[in-house]
């Protein structure tokens, strides 16, 4: 005790000595160090002594030379002071000093922070808290500030708490805290909601301090109702400037007021404030979007409003129709991160939700459409947002649960939405009903959701139909309310028929551009209908066998297509182990496809093994696929097990819904073809061959295949109808296999079925005649065929279009079709070598070159025709023409010698004299005399007439008339000739001729 009174009299005397000294240099030197000898114990010495030490250190001769590390210790000084008096609960004025000092050298802020640090310390009972609450409310910069310090606004609450009606300066400082508008900046309005709610809890009242309420239940608690009380009271209050107006219709809006919100401030000036102008976009645009009946454009792009600056204000609102316009704009990731947040609100809104699962859906998150569907369970709208989430996993485990919910539908939708259950389940939604079967539908009646899911629903009615409904409907206002991917969709289904490449380039931007999975699947199911598995699997990506049963189904069948069976199985496999038993139905027909590989390899054990597979896995897959696929099922693991040889001998006969599975008819039709080829199904025949034809990137086996098997048919039928059937369909297969060499077997298969045909056709049985004629045998059936029907224009066509690549079969059928048309070969066509030919071979294509000049160059056909029967080559002309008519005609054309010259040297003039002298000739005698007469050959001419008159008991008179005309010619010309006695004898023996007497043998000497 007796050291610490000593220490305490050095101490008070080093303090004194400095405040006596008029050095204040050396003055502050010793005190700083009186300051450094008590800093460690300040709390052992006299709290006089360190009251004396503060004072002394402060006082106005020092106060240019101290520094803020002064400050800093004398600040510890007058803590240590304060502390020990408020636990003695006795006041102390220790800190007025320091207070002074600071507002001496204008360092008001510093002042002020001192207080703040010096007012939680001292004795609640203290008068001077009310007074530093005091000296620090005079010396506040608020609400100038940016920002309030919270310790601040904490002690003037504190202070109003104790005595709030002597504390005028506090009241105005707090008012002017409380006194904010929309410019004031998003952390003043929350300073001002959280000290309006702090005086509120304490019961303290203040000017302004409804408005602030307001804003604080608004922003801050989330509470717009009560919002609205406190608005309103500070409305009635008086408070009715734009920013104050702005706030309540935010707390309108929030509320779900809408009405009411757009009552007071669905309009701004273009002079108001950029809140006001804000908001009045939003409702305008939020009532746009509930509003399909509206036609005009959207009032502003998503893309602005997420630039507004009014979100705190109008809480999730903003970002919900930001959300959903650009849903309606086709950016469907930067709706999701807009709505989903919302999908997590209390309490929820059922319409948020909806449109939540939208963004989900477009975005292929399945489980947040999953999250949407359980956060709006109870709620009127949970059937809308179960139809989303069927369209996003349809093959859910929870598929039939929320199935369910659909069906559950309030009226007017409850016949549209089991309708809607019944198409995401597989039922056949694209039926073409009966007109009485259509369910009611009202576009007017429910909720947008409600609209918008009745709407696709109807859509998805008539997808595939050949009326114009579809396109009726997507020219809907309503249609516009749809996401931007959506809508591309179905534009492009409703283009489909009629405008398949507009519709196709919008399905594509909607799969490529847009991303969206749905349109990316029926864009694949379009190129897989089309044949074009490459397309396909690029358009279902790798995410394929992930994204569902439809698309990895389609995804395996692009697999087996484009060749990659092993990689299609092992996707099919993956499905039965993921439950969908039905994947077996495609396993069995890729089993069937190898096993028919195996057996076009020769491998028969093999096939027979792999088809019996292939059976028990069809035979698995009929109970799991739906109904309307079980009977093709059915049929096809028949036919796969009689392949094998497991089933009976019936082959099963495909039904017509075969054709929406090419690859059940392709299978059963080559599996009865190879069974019975005589007795197979000409319809599947048919079919098969159609198949084929889609198809432009095959290789040579099914090409090979199928043509086999109608070759054979064609040689073992015995009804000639049902061969011309086939060759007909053979054609089918020549036409396409035309210039492949590896499909040559084909074509030769063709024309040995039509030249084998020909043999036995008739009128009734003739096959149509194909597009183009194989080899030139058979183009020379088929122009005969052509020829004997009257059109001599489609024989030349088949002609002309023959021949292949052979120059002599080329020029052959040149020559022939120019022969049917009269349309001469030009000379610059060399004939090329014909050795290959036979002699009447050779000769007929010579008299159809003749023929080619009958039109145009008579006298050249004439003599190559005499030429030819001139030729030793005549016998063979004489069987290929009726030459009783052809050489009367071309001796009548070539005409008698004009001056008396002889033409008997002529090549037919010669031609006649040599049959006339060939013995055992079989040409009309008549005929034979006629001729030479006509080419001037008269000593032949009078032979043949006696000859032919002779062989007749009483030839008739016109014959004689016509043999007493050459006599008397030739009476003529021997005048002429100074023979006039030779004359006399003609003359006689005309008129003998003439009175039907004997015919006079030799001519008169």
């Known amino acids: 005790m007796l050291g610490r009174a000593l220490g305490t009299r050095r101490l008070r005397r080093a303090v004194h000595n400095a405040s006596a000294d008029h050095d204040p240099a050396g003055a502050l030197a010793a005190l700083r160090e009186v300051r450094a000898e008590v800093s460690g114990a300040l709390a052992d010495v006299d709290e006089a002594v360190l009251a004396e030490l503060v004072g002394t250190t402060v006082r106005p001769a020092l106060l240019p030379l101290l520094v803020e590390a002064d400050f800093h210790e004398l600040e510890r000084v007058v803590f240590q002071v304060v502390r020990a008096s408020a636990e003695r609960h006795e006041p102390s004025g220790v800190w007025r000093p320091v207070l002074a000092a600071r507002d001496a050298r204008q360092e008001y802020v510093a002042a002020r922070g001192f207080l703040m640090r010096v007012y939680p310390i001292l004795d609640p009972q203290d008068p001077a808290k009310q007074e530093v609450a005091t000296a620090l409310a005079r010396r506040s910069a608020l609400p100038g500030e940016t920002e309030a310090p919270e310790t601040e606004l904490s002690i003037y609450v504190d202070a109003l708490t104790r005595a709030p009606t002597f504390m005028r300066e506090i009241i105005d400082v707090v008012a002017s805290v409380l006194r904010v508008d929309l410019e004031s900046g998003e952390r003043r309005m929350e300073q001002a909601a959280e000290l309006a709610l702090d005086l509120s809890n304490r019961r303290i009242e203040a000017p302004g301090l409804d408005a602030a309420l307001g804003l604080a239940h608004l922003i ?21 400037d734009e920013a104050f107006r702005t706030m309540l219709t935010a707390a309108y809006l929030r509320a779900g007021d809408r009405a009411a919100a757009e009552a ?11 809140w006001a102008r804000e908001i009045a976009v939003l409702l305008w645009t939020l009532t746009w979007l509930d509003d399909p009946a509206s036609e005009e454009a959207p009032p502003v792009g998503a893309a602005a409003l997420r630039d507004f600056v009014i979100g705190r204000l109008t809480g999730p609102w903003l970002g919900y129709a930001a959300g959903r316009m650009f849903l309606l704009e086709g950016d469907q990731r930067s709706a999701a991160s807009l709505l989903m947040p919302l999908v997590a609100a209390d309490p929820v809104r059922a319409e948020w939700i909806y449109h939540a699962a939208w963004a989900c859906l477009l975005t292929g998150d399945r489980e947040g459409v999953a999250r949407c569907f359980d956060r709006v369970r109870g709620q009127p709208l949970e059937w809308a947002v179960a139809c989303l989430c069927l369209d996003a996993d349809p093959e859910s485990d929870r598929a039939e649960e929320i199935a369910g919910v659909v069906r559950d539908a309030p009226p007017p939708f409850t016949a549209l939405a089991g309708v809607r259950a019944g198409m995401a389940r597989g039922g056949g939604a694209r039926a073409e009903p009966e007109p009485d079967e259509e369910p009611p539908w009202n576009p007017d009646e429910g909720v947008l959701p409600e609209r918008l899911e009745a709407f696709r629903t109807v859509m998805a009615r008539h997808v595939g139909r050949k009326d114009d409904r579809l396109a009726q409907l997507v020219a809907l206002p309503l249609f516009v309310r749809l996401p931007g991917q959506e809508r591309l969709l179905w534009s492009g289904l409703a283009l489909r028929a009629t405008e398949p ?44 066998p992930r994204a569902g049963v439809k698309a990895a189904s389609l995804a395996a069948w692009a697999m087996a297509r484009d060749g990659r069976d092993a ?161 007909e369909l053979l054609g089918r297969l020549a036409a396409r296999a035309r210039g492949r060499d590896d499909l040559a077997e084909v074509v030769a298969l063709h ?11 008739s009128d009734e049985s003739a096959p149509s005649l194909p597009a183009a004629p194989g080899s030139v045998a058979v183009a020379i059936v088929q122009a005969a065929r052509a020829l004997h029907g009257g059109d001599p224009a489609e024989a030349a066509r088949l002609l002309r279009e023959a021949g292949g690549g052979d120059a002599a079969d080329a020029w052959i059928c040149v020559v022939l079709a120019g022969a049917v048309e009269g349309t001469p070969v030009a000379d610059a066509a060399a004939e090329p070598p014909l050795d290959e030919l036979s002699a009447r071979a050779r000769m007929a294509v010579h008299l159809a070159r003749a023929a080619s000049l009958s039109v145009d160059e008579p006298d050249r056909c004439l003599e190559q025709v005499a030429a030819l029967l001139s030729s030793p080559g005549a016998e063979a002309v004489s069987r290929l023409v009726d030459i009783d008519r052809v050489l009367p005609m071309l001796c009548a054309a070539k005409g008698a010698p004009k001056g008396g010259a002889r033409r008997g040297s002529s090549p037919l003039a010669e031609f006649v004299e040599r049959l006339a002298e060939t013995p055992g000739v079989r040409f009309d005698p008549v005929v034979l005399a006629r001729c030479a007469t006509a080419t001037g050959a008269l000593d032949a001419a009078d032979r043949l007439w006696r000859r032919a008159l002779s062989a007749e008991p009483d030839p008739p008179a016109p014959l004689r008339e016509e043999f007493a005309r050459l006599l008397c010619h030739r009476a003529q010309r021997a005048r002429q000739n100074g023979s006039p006695l030779d004359a006399a004898g003609l003359l006689r023996q005309a008129g003998q001729v003439l009175s039907s007497g004997p015919i006079p043998e030799g001519t008169p000497a």
């Open 501 to 544: 490449d507009q519709g196709r380039e919008l399905l594509d931007q909607a799969a490529r551009t847009y991303g969206y999975g749905r349109a990316a699947l029926v864009l694949a199911a379009w190129d897989a209908g089309l044949n074009r598995p490459g397309t396909a699997l690029e358009l279902l990506g790798d995410g394929a």
């Open 220 to 240: 801050v608690l989330d509470r717009p109702d009560t919002a609205i009380t406190h608005l309103t009271r500070a409305r009635d209050a008086g408070r009715n």
């Open 264 to 274: 007071l401030g669905g309009h701004a000036a273009a002079t108001s404030s950029r």
């Open 751 to 761: 024309d040995r079925a039509v030249l084998g045909h020909a043999q036995r056709e």
């Open 567 to 727: 990689e299609a199985s092992e996707l099919l496999r993956e499905l039965k182990d993921r439950g969908q038993h039905q994947a077996g139905f495609m396993l069995g027909q890729l089993r069937m496809r190898a096993a028919l590989a195996r057996h076009a390899a020769g491998d028969a054990a093999e096939a027979r093994r792999i088809a019996a597979e292939a059976a028990s896995e069809l035979a698995e897959a009929v109970a799991t696929v739906p109904a309307a696929t079980s009977e093709i099922v059915r049929l096809l693991g028949g036919a796969a097990a009689a392949f094998a040889g497991t089933g009976g001998r019936e082959a099963p006969t495909p039904q017509p819904s075969m054709q929406a599975h090419p690859w059940a008819v392709w299978i059963l039709g080559i599996a009865a073809a190879t069974r019975d080829p005589a007795g197979a199904d000409l319809g599947l025949l048919e079919y098969l061959v159609i198949l084929l034809d889609r198809d432009e990137r095959l290789g040579p086996e099914p090409y090979l295949d199928l043509a086999r098997a109608l070759a054979l048919a064609c040689h073992r039928g015995r009804d000639r109808a049902r061969t011309g059937a086939l060759v």
